[in-house]
Nanobody, 122 residues
Framework: QVQLVESGGGLVQAGGSLRLSCAAS????????MGWFRQASGNKRAFVAG???????TYVDSVKGRFTISKDNAKNTVYLQMNSLKPEDTAVYYC????????????????WGQGTQVTVSS
């Protein structure tokens, strides 16, 4: 059974940084597409960033230049480095695994973590 466990969320001031981690078990990341999504209060869950099996990355426009997705296949862990955080980045962040290629559609992902709260104060 695949399990994804996120960590690293918290409260940070605007302009600060956080690094989220997503540890996977039950499936190797070297054969999957991994995505980070976020859901702000009252909003739908939305794609933030993704990384392919060969390391190709993609980002939503609002985080380009501030967020970096990476992975360590040996540790089976995906990271989301978030710099220059803004209050509008406040949300619950989820990592998700897709047995296939790139997609920003949450319904196409096969497994989800439980989420980690990120709160950015102004």
């Amino acid at each position: 059974q695949v399990q994804l466990v996120e960590s690293g969320g918290g409260l940070v001031q605007a302009g600060g940084s956080l690094r989220l981690s997503c540890a996977a078990s039950g499936r190797t990341l070297s054969s999957t597409f991994m995505g980070w999504f976020r859901q702000a209060s009252g909003n739908k869950r939305a794609f933030v960033a993704g990384i392919s099996r060969n390391g190709w990355t993609t980002y939503v426009d609002s985080v380009k230049g501030r967020f970096t997705i990476s992975k360590d296949n040996a540790k089976n862990t995906v990271y989301l480095q978030m710099n220059s955080l803004k209050p509008e980045d406040t949300a619950v962040y989820y990592c998700a695994l897709r047995v296939g290629f790139y997609s920003d559609y949450e319904g196409s992902y096969d497994y989800w973590g439980q989420g980690t709260q990120v709160t950015v104060s102004s």
